[in-house]
């Protein structure tokens, strides 16, 4: 049970080929939002719903569940990253399986139990949420950097080396750029999946979208929990397309 | 670097070994060879035999286990590795372009990798595209994907020759053509090293581009061992045992033929004029010359200097045609 | 009370809960795998339908998990509604993606071979290339499993089955005695599901990829 789950970065190729899914996805995430706005406006707010769909808070949630994504992203890439190009040395192959391994049954850890399991260590909170996210997401990126790297040509490697560029430069000049879309591929997997996650932030009390959701669903008022949860998917649709221009743009060219 | 004379730097090779950990045998066991300077000398041999091994141990992408590497004069495990390398011309057969760089930053990697002044790489990689015969204008600033096989090889050949090493190893480098773009690419590369002379150690399985490329040639078999280190004239004529013979195959003859050209076989009688003898031209091969008797059911033929015959051909690779020969040829009289 | 005695004191909730969990993605599973390798059929000699399924299946798989589930109240109400609508959703990408990929990635020549012997193309594409994507598409499944019993936690919230409700509890009860022994039995119960099936999926492998495939040479 072990390497055949490779084709990550590649195959993922075809959903994202089409130029015209660059407008798309932003139109149609504009038309979404222009709908809820009418839809709410339509409706008659109770003093409870009020409290919560008006624009300060609604702002401020957002602004928190981009904290919690971006600040859980940057530390993700900071840990996975050079974690993956380790475990990429020829030296460290062996750990290859674990971490394959241990991606795919990753994936089945529920996040609500790590954000809750966080909770009893370190309390609730915004740091909380931030390790259990990180947990989390380390695993796709670390994989896919790992994988990048390992599914270079060797020819490329060994005539870099016959050229007489040091390990470093072969490093920084040839694998890392090659990997980039690898790299970019499991950056974008792990942004889109924080989102879903920093929703449940909002059960350990680190705010975001999470906590409209919540709070619709205790005190029964739906429209709350619709907005909540429109919002976050229009921002894990952005950020997905974000991630798509940003893997077009820093794909090296010529490739 | 090395200690260039007019001629280039030798390559010396004593006692080298390559044994893997847990191996039962060496995968390289003691070559000593003599790689003269501004030859090209080409490995050939099974694939396993370690012949690329053997090459890659003298630019230290594979650490030898024991033995000793000189290249001109210098002994090369001395050096950093890197230091090393940056002075060796590497070409392999999958030939390695980075695809996210274009063909002439492709080329300028080991010049920026020694420093050269940016206007000194410019005017070098135009030169080199023009020696492989790629258009810089047209070929500078494309991607190695944009290119055919047959390119992208000449590509590498341009980038292991880029900052005018004295020495070149190259795998295979023209392996993964189809057989049209390699016999050119084959005799396109031949001219160059003419011009070049560089030292060149090559490595390939296949008899004929031995033929067809080296001044030396070093048969091996396994683990290295070297079975007939000579010219491709001498090994034809006289190959040192089965083993060679073997990798020689059904046809010696024709091909030390091939290694002869009409020009180095003297001519008798006068320059005909037109008694109706087939013609070929000055600097076809001896192969060629007898394709054309054949073909015409002559026993000779017009070159520009004089009458080629059937015996001077069958003298010319030693072996005593004349007897036969005029059998044949009162036989075809009758 | 330790974990332990927890675990053996709720043993009948807890191998309920787990059942429930396992059941729940074991269907929403079938029913992907299903539709899925079937749009996966159609859609590798349809470019439209490819290009149409793999962009839905990524659109679904981008949405958040508690805004889908929470989303679905309004159309299927509480509990095992809404659980397998999301979960059957969330299953297609990978599986959809691997048929797509395994009946493409058949080597040109073995296709040729089938035509040239007289198959029609329906039979190629049913004896010739469905067997030898059969482990690409097995993996996608089993990646779509492995995600879903992660996902299946957060069912819980909208009343779903599963070890979710553990995790909850706990969440609910924070600060007394038994929160984080309902936390960890939700959570590692939802590793051992996850590495059961994990085994299960290893062993359909082994009994259905055809034999010629798995000999080494």
Redesign the interface.
Known sequence: ?TA??I?IGR??A??R??GL?HVLTPAAIAVVLVALYAWVSTLELDSIERRSLNREVIVAKVVEHLQMTVAATALVVIIAVPLGIVASRSRNRFITPVILTAG??G????????L??A??VLG?GFQTALVGLVIYAVLPVLRNTMVGLQQI?P??V?????????KG?VLRR?EL??AVPAILAGLRTAL?LT???A??GA?VAAGGL?EL?IN??KLNR?PV??V???L??CI??FI?WLGSLAEKLLK???? | MFDRDPAGVRIELRGLTKHYPGQPAPAVDNVNLDIPAGELVVFVGPSGCGKTTTMKMI?R?VEPTSGEIRIGGEDVLNLHP???????G?A?Q?????????VGENVA??PK?LGWPAAKVADRVEELLSLVNLEPGAYHDR???QLSGGQQQRVGVA??LAADPPVM?MDEPFGATDPITREHLQSEFAKLQKKLRKTIIFVTHDFEEAITLGDRIAVLRERSHIAQYDTPANILAAPADDYVAGFIGQDATLKRLALLTVDDVPAVGPVPSSNGLPRVDAGTSLREALDTMVAHGSDRCATPSGVLTYTALCEAVGTDGAKTGHEEVAAGDR | MTFGEYVVSRWGTLSLAAAEHALVVAIAIGIATVVGVGIGLLGFQAPKV??AS??LS??IL???????L??L??ITGLGWGPTLVALTGYAFLPII??T??GLDGVDAATVEAGRGMGLSAARVLLKVRLPLAW??IL?GV??SA??L??????AA??DGPG??TQ??E??AR?GSVNS?NA??A??LG??V???L??AF??AVRQLTTPRGLRVRP
């Not at chain 1, 994936?107 to 790590?114: D, E, T, Y």
């Not at chain 1, 090296?252 to 490739?255: A, K, N, Y």
């Not at chain 2, 999958?94 to 274009?102: A, D, N, S």
């Open positions: 049970m055949d789950t084709a195959s993922g075809p959903v080929a089409s899914r795919n049954l994936q089945a850890v529920p996040c609500i139990g790590l809750v399991l909770t009893f609730v040509d020819a490329l060994e005539s870099a080396r016959g050229m007489g560029m040091t430069q040839v750029k090659l889109v989102v879903g996650v929703t449940l059960f999470g959701i619709g669903l739906m929990t619709i909540g949860g429109v976050t998917a894990a649709f997905d090296p060219r010529g490739m | 630019n992408l890197d230091e090393l390398r940056r002075h060796i590497y392999i999958q030939v390695g372009l980075f695809p996210h760089l274009t990697l080991v990798l991607y190695p994907r980038r292991a190893l | 490819r290009g793999l962009a990524a659109g981008t949405i958040p998990s508690l805004a889908l929470t989303l109240i309004p993606r691997n797509v990929t482990p690409l993996t089993r990646v492995q995600m019993i992660g996902i299946a936690a957060i919230y909208v070890l979710g995790i909850f706990g969440l924070l984080l936390t960890l939700g959570t939802i590793v599901i996850a590495v099936f994990d999926f290893f």
